[in-house]
């Protein structure tokens, strides 16, 4: 999940590219987005361990 992100970041980055105020939006839009993942994560695998919430066997 994490690579697909980042490879959907980049595509999409290279697409809003091709224009000066794509290249402007993406940015802001680009962190907002990465802004909301950052909020959804520590409640969605808080109690689970990290990562992936797989905890350590010893």
Do not use: D, Q
């Not at 697409?15 to 794509?22: E, K, V």
């Not at 993406?26 to 907002?32: D, M, N, R, T």
């Amino acid at each position: 999940m994490h690579n697909l992100v980042h490879l959907l970041f980049g595509i999409v980055g290279l697409a809003m590219a091709r224009t000066a105020s794509g290249a402007r939006a993406f940015l802001p839009a680009g962190g907002a987005v990465y802004l909301v993942l950052w909020l959804y994560g520590p409640p969605r695998f808080r109690g689970r361990g990290f990562p992936g919430g797989r905890r350590a066997t010893r």
